[in-house]
């Protein structure tokens, strides 16, 4: 099967019946895993990016938090959000079908905090220098949830099974 061909025509798709032009397929060992155009316009739900649900399929399939031994197809660079949940998942490889530039004359989706020409440089600022409001409000509460989390797993501090960078 042509996985670069499937992911253009499930955006096709999309487009046609009314909703955004990006999807997402995931590809195991020859077959495809899971896929999903982007929902956003349908649900009217901001996460339901064609990664984030197909990302949430797969992950279902498998019972698993991890996809690796995956490839990822997406029609467009993701955004930061995608981004995160892709480097979350840690699939093999992430293969993208067109940059930012490419689509830009067809295409832009910029909000009040979220304009992808800057996000990236937004992102890397201190969190009390970005455009979005934020507040700090420190709690030793808190920090007691993660000494929890700590106790119940044998005192380990890292979630077991999950691929490392090491």
């Not at 467009?76 to 830009?104: K, N």
Request: charged fraction near 25%; charge should be negative; aromatic fraction near 10%.
């Amino acid at each position: 099967m042509d996985f670069v061909q499937r992911t253009i025509d499930l955006a096709r798709r999309n487009v046609t019946e009314g909703g955004r032009p990006f999807a997402t397929v995931i590809v195991k060992d020859g077959r495809i895993l899971a896929e999903s155009a982007n929902k956003v316009a349908q649900t009217n739900d901001p996460t339901a990016h064609a990664e984030i649900l197909a990302i949430r399929e797969a992950c279902t399939k498998l019972g698993t938090e991890h996809l690796t031994g995956t490839t990822i197809y997406v029609l467009a660079h993701p955004c930061p959000m995608c981004l995160g949940s892709l480097y979350y998942c840690s699939p093999d490889e992430v293969v993208f079908l067109t940059t930012r530039d490419a689509y830009e004359p067809h295409y832009v989706d910029d909000r009040k905090y979220f304009e992808l020409a800057n996000f990236y440089d937004e992102f890397a600022k201190n969190w009390e220098e970005r455009r979005l409001p934020m507040r700090y409000s420190p709690s030793e509460d808190a920090v007691e949830v993660y000494r929890l989390w700590q106790q119940r797993n044998g005192g380990e501090r890292r979630v077991a099974g999950t691929p490392t960078a090491g």
